[in-house]
Nanobody
Framework: QVQLVESGGGLVQAGGSLRLSCAAS????????MGWYRQAPGKQRELVAT???????KIAESVQGRFTISRNNAEKTVYLQMNSLNCEDTAVYYC????????????????WGQGTQVTVSS
């Protein structure tokens, strides 16, 4: 089965930076869209940024200008460079991908990573 493995989370001081990565593995035909969502304490899960196989990006207004999403198609990996972090960025960040695999009859299927904690201290 397809798996999404996240890395790069941790504790960072306000104003600092972190770089998250998410690598998809499995019998993948194509990654249609891949990116990040987050869920902060007391809030619903929200989109942070995603990028599709054409390079089209969706990004949350709250992180525009601070976060950058990029991808390595060959490695089926997406990155989230997070700069100028503030306390409101504290959340569990979840990798998300719409993936066509060999079992999906050509239709993309949603996959979620296990989540990685990002904590920004003041």
């Amino acid at each position: 089965q397809v798996q999404l493995v996240e890395s790069g989370g941790g504790l960072v001081q306000a104003g600092g930076s972190l770089r998250l990565s998410c690598a998809a593995s499995g019998r993948i035909i194509s990654v249609v869209r891949m990116g990040w969502y987050r869920q902060a304490p007391g809030k619903q899960r929200e989109l942070v940024a995603t990028i599709n196989n054409a390079g089209d990006i969706k990004i949350a207004e709250s992180v525009q200008g601070r976060f950058t999403i990029s991808r390595n198609n060959a490695e089926k990996t997406v990155y989230l460079q997070m700069n100028s972090l503030n306390c409101e960025d504290t959340a569990v960040y979840y990798c998300h991908a719409d993936i066509v695999d060999i079992y999906g009859w050509g239709s993309p299927v949603e996959h979620w990573g296990q989540g990685t904690q990002v904590t920004v201290s003041s």
